[in-house]
C-alpha cells in the first residue's frame, strides 16, 4: 500500500466511511482525498476504502477523456499510475470536498455504480490506457477485470 498517496489520518476517515457504508444504504460521504496526474488530466476522488480489503478504494474516476465513472480503484494500480511524462499520480494537499458524489454525479449525468451501498456496486471496469483499475464487486465476491 502506498502511504505516500494516503495520509494516515485519510485512511482512517476512508476505512471508517467503508464501514458506515455497510452498515446504512443511505450513506453518502463526501471525497476525503483528491488523487491526480500533474501531467495527464486524471483525477480520482476517493470517499471511501473497503474495510475487508484496504487496496480497494470508492469514488469518482476520471481519466481526463470526458467520461467520469464511480467505482472501484486498487491503491496499488494507482501508485504505479505514469502520466504523459512519466509523472507519479499526486495528492492535492489542499483540496477539500464542497459535495458529496451522489450530487456531483446527479449535477453532471456521470455514470457508475450505486451510491445508495458502494459495497455492493457493479463498479465500472478498469481502462488500459491509464492504468486505473476499478473492482468489480457482486454479492460479496470481487474481482479485478479490465476493458479489452
Do not use: Y
Not at 457504508?21 to 491526480?36: C, T
Not at 454525479?105 to 486505473?132: D, Q, V
Amino acid at each position: 500500500m502506498n502511504n505516500a498517496l494516503i495520509t494516515d489520518e485519510q485512511r482512517i476517515v476512508l476505512l471508517a466511511n467503508g464501514r458506515e457504508s455497510l452498515e446504512n444504504p443511505d450513506f453518502d460521504p463526501a471525497p476525503v482525498v483528491k488523487l491526480f496526474t500533474p501531467d495527464d488530466g486524471a483525477t480520482w476522488l476517493l470517499t471511501e476504502i473497503d474495510p475487508d480489503d484496504h487496496d480497494h478504494a470508492f469514488g469518482l474516476c476520471d481519466l481526463g477523456l470526458g467520461m467520469p465513472e464511480i467505482g472501484w480503484v486498487s491503491l496499488g494500480e494507482l501508485a504505479t499510475v505514469r502520466g504523459g511524462l512519466g509523472l507519479p499520480i499526486e495528492r492535492d494537499l489542499s483540496f477539500r470536498a464542497e459535495k458529496r458524489l451522489r450530487l456531483m454525479r446527479a449535477m453532471r449525468g456521470w455514470p457508475g455504480g450505486s451510491l445508495s451501498n458502494p459495497a455492493w456496486a457493479n463498479g465500472p471496469a478498469a481502462h488500459p490506457i491509464s492504468g486505473c483499475a476499478l473492482l468489480h464487486r457482486q454479492r460479496g465476491q470481487s474481482s479485478l477485470r479490465t476493458l479489452q
